[in-house]
C-alpha cells in the first residue's frame, strides 16, 4: 500500500449512516486524546489528514480514509467525562454499530496511553473485543515521554492490568520519533496481502 495515497472519504454520526464495506478494514479505538488522529497521520506519512485536536471529545463521528481501496477507520473517542449522557449512548451506538456490523475489519488498533494505567473504558473495550473475538493489536502510545525505567515499568505493569495482556501483540509507539510505526504498517500489509490471496485462490 502506499499510504501517501491517504485520502479522506466521509464522516458518519450513526451507524445507520454507514456505508456497505467493499473492502478490508482497519479500525483505530482509544480513550479520547489518546492520539489516535496522530497516529493515522504518522502511518499516513501526513502531518494533517486525520485532523488532530487538543480538545478532548472532538471526534465524534466514523472517519473513513481510503488507502488504494483499503479502508482506515478512525472511531470517536471514548471516556470524556464532560460529554452529555445522550452524546455518550450516541457514541456507543455508532461504535457498536459499526464493530458488531457484518464488516470486513480484519484489525483493530487499540491505542492506550504508555504512561499511564489503562483507564477503566480502555479494559471495557479491550474484554469487549476479547469475548466478540475481534482481531487487534495495542498501540501503546507517546511512549517517547518514558525514560527506560520508566517504559520497562510500565512494561510489567501493562502485563497485569490489562486482561489476557501475554495473548495480544503490544507495540509500543511514539509519533514524535516514529517508534512502531512501521510494525503497525507490517501488519497492516500482511493482512492486506492475506486478502489478494484469498481472491486469487477464488
Known amino acids: 500500500m502506499n499510504y501517501n ?3 479522506f472519504e466521509a464522516a458518519y454520526g450513526t451507524s445507520k449512516q454507514l456505508p456497505k464495506d ?5 479500525a483505530f479505538s482509544g480513550h479520547s486524546n489518546v492520539g489516535k488522529s496522530s497516529l493515522m497521520n504518522a502511518i499516513f506519512g501526513r502531518k494533517a489528514l486525520a485532523r488532530v485536536s487538543s480538545q ?29 449522557q445522550s452524546d455518550k449512548k450516541r457514541w456507543a451506538d455508532l461504535v457498536e454499530g459499526y464493530l458488531m456490523s457484518d464488516r470486513d475489519i480484519r484489525l483493530v488498533v487499540q491505542l492506550v496511553d504508555s ?5 477503566k473504558d480502555d479494559i471495557q473495550m479491550i474484554n469487549f473485543m ?12 507517546k511512549c517517547d515521554k518514558l525514560n527506560k525505567s520508566e517504559r520497562k515499568k510500565r512494561e510489567n505493569a501493562f502485563m497485569e492490568e490489562i486482561p489476557c495482556a501475554d495473548q495480544i501483540t503490544m507495540i509500543w509507539t511514539s509519533t514524535e520519533t516514529g517508534e512502531g510505526i512501521a510494525d ?5 500489509e500482511e493482512l492486506a496481502d492475506d486478502e489478494e490471496d484469498y481472491d486469487d485462490a477464488e
Open 5 to 7: 495515497k491517504a485520502v
Open 22 to 26: 467493499e473492502n478490508i478494514e482497519f
Open 56 to 84: 478532548p471529545g472532538k471526534t465524534v463521528t466514523v472517519n473513513f480514509y481510503d488507502v488504494e481501496g483499503v479502508k482506515f477507520v478512525d472511531l470517536p473517542g471514548y471516556g470524556y467525562a464532560k460529554v452529555s
Open 184 to 188: 503497525l504498517k507490517e501488519i497492516f
Open 130 to 141: 476479547i469475548d466478540n473475538e475481534m482481531p487487534f493489536v495495542i498501540a501503546l502510545t
Open 115 to 119: 504512561r499511564h494505567v489503562p483507564t
